[in-house]
């Protein structure tokens, strides 16, 4: 693994590999390197499965696609219209939902970004993927939702529910990296939460991931207030 130690020296591990055009990018918050996941990339669907013990995912009669059809028969009642299968998938995923859709992007600044944002205080990685490896497995919807757009998303379905990265192929993001790489991300290429959640349900997340830091600023003025007018 990687471990670039200055937000311009993982800008130029990056890079080095982008500029060859073989590979996907995907970021995540915290490595996942523990058990269960033991590094794999995974889709929320299988994240479900592989944490509770009460299932076997080995098992060979476990089948994550299985599960995901049986997802779609009950969620198309509550559809008011007729959408391909992926659209279906992909909101979703988009609203919060679990599918086997693993995200990845096209553009290695968005990955840093997904990688950076959130959990202040973990590690997080930027896996870069083969297309070569997952292209049987690509999934681009052929009218995408904004935040898809935006994300410069390609789903990949992989029938396992997970992928298994190359430690080499895989990038150390130090928890105390993300801050500056966001403030770099926003000032240099524009990407930030209102670009990349760029609907009403990003702002709602964003409030979400950003409760405590609301609670704090009020807080905070709280306690100016008082100091203001002199209560002890």
Do not use: W
């Amino acid at each position: 693994m990687h471990k670039p130690r200055t937000v311009d020296g993982i800008l130029r591990k990056l890079k080095e590999k982008a500029d060859t055009g073989e590979y996907l990018y995907r970021g995540e918050r915290k490595h996942y390197r523990d058990f269960p996941y033991d590094g794999k990339i995974s889709s929320n669907l299988y994240r479900i499965f592989l944490s509770d013990q009460r299932f076997d995912v080995n098992d060979e009669r476990f089948d994550i696609e299985e599960v995901q059809n049986a997802v779609l028969d009950v969620s198309k009642q509550f559809s008011r219209k007729p959408i391909s299968e992926l659209e279906h998938l992909s909101e979703i995923q988009h609203f919060g939902g679990k599918t086997n859709l693993i995200d990845f992007t096209k553009d290695y600044h968005i990955a840093l970004f997904m990688a950076c944002d959130g959990a202040p205080d973990d590690n997080g990685r930027i896996i870069l993927q083969a297309r070569t490896s997952v292209e049987l497995y690509f999934e681009e919807s052929y009218e995408p939702i904004n935040r898809v757009i935006a994300q410069k998303s390609v789903f990949v379905r992989h029938p396992d529910g997970f992928i298994q990265p190359n430690d080499d192929n895989i990038i150390d993001i130090r928890y105390d990296l993300k801050q500056p790489m966001l403030i770099h991300l926003r000032n240099s290429h524009d990407i930030s939460v209102e670009t990349i959640y760029n609907d009403i349900h990003g702002f709602i997340k964003d409030q979400s991931d950003h409760k405590r830091f609301y609670e704090t600023i009020y807080e905070g003025l709280v306690q100016k207030r008082k100091g203001d007018s002199g209560d002890g």
